[in-house]
């Protein structure tokens, strides 16, 4: 419904501007408030550590079947599908499906691995590729810096960092804020969403079946022989399952790497997403 609401506020006399605006309260407020509200109670076991080991061995597959399935395309088809395949939508998509499949409990394990995986990936990986296709160097500074100052990154250090009682007097008012990511989220990826199907039918396919079930089938034959926590477990499986980061296929579509492909794996993955994980959570 809020995906709904999104796309069709584009018909309306509504700035194009408009999910930046959603997204930077996003980032400056309610993914800060919801670190600091759920993070904390966390309990810090090996359970915790494949969660974060499963997005970075993911990333690694990712990479490699890219440059399988691409070794005959031309370097913008695989500049486009090594940013759109190996990053998932994690947050913006995956915390309101990880709290509606697993529930609110399960927020907190998604921010570990949204922040200290997908975010991470974008900041590094995801830089390095932008710059490697575009100019054909790597600033490591600029990444490093674009990593620190990361507001959510920021909240998360600190959460780390705290005891639960330390935000017991204002707890009130950070669930008021959280309660705000979901709904803008979803408002904010409908009113992105664009839906080209392109000249790289083929390709396409193959990538979108890796992005969306095979992954999510590589991270459930790592979990799987870990004596791990079952919140832990299905969180790791459904996250890895996420569609393309919107993130990521804007930063493809501006830097012109195969801007209609780029644009396809984001907004036809997210609808076929939404058939695939209900699918993924049932045979879990």
Do not use: C
Not at 54 to 78: C, E, G, H, M, Q
Not at 111 to 130: E, V
Not at 241 to 268: H, K
């Amino acid at each position: 419904f809020l995906l709904t609401v999104g796309y069709f506020l584009r018909y309306l006399n509504i700035s194009k501007e408009f999910p930046k605006s959603l997204n930077t309260f996003i980032i400056y407020i309610s993914l800060p408030a919801t670190i600091l509200l759920q993070v904390p109670k966390l309990s810090f076991d090996t359970s915790l550590i494949s969660l974060i080991i499963t997005p970075w061995l993911l990333l690694i597959f990712a990479v490699i079947a890219v440059l399988v399935i691409t070794k005959n395309y031309s370097s913008d088809v695989r500049a486009s599908l090594l940013m759109t395949v190996p990053l998932g939508n994690t947050s913006f998509v995956g915390i309101p499906l990880i709290e509606t499949f697993i529930g609110s409990n399960a927020i907190g394990y998604a921010l570990i691995y949204d922040q200290l995986g997908s975010f991470l990936m974008l900041s590094i990986y995801g830089g390095a590729i932008l710059a490697y296709y575009e100019h054909g160097k790597i600033d490591v500074l600029f990444l490093l810096k674009k990593i620190l100052f990361f507001p959510p990154f920021i909240f998360l250090i600190i959460a780390f960092s705290v005891k639960v009682s330390f935000f017991s007097n204002v707890e009130s008012y950070l669930k008021i804020l959280s309660q705000t990511l979901v709904p803008l989220a979803l408002v904010s990826v409908g009113f992105s969403l664009v839906f080209k199907l392109n000249e790289f039918k083929a390709i396409f396919v193959k990538a979108l079946f890796l992005k969306l079930l095979v992954l999510p089938f590589i991270a459930f034959l790592f979990l799987y022989p870990f004596d791990i926590e079952e919140v832990v477990f299905k969180t790791a499986i459904l996250e890895s399952a996420m569609p393309s980061m919107i993130t990521a296929g804007a930063l493809a579509i501006n830097a012109n790497f195969a801007p209609n492909l780029s644009a396809s794996m984001v907004g036809i993955g997210l609808l076929v997403s939404l058939v695939t994980i209900p699918i993924i959570n049932l045979l879990i």
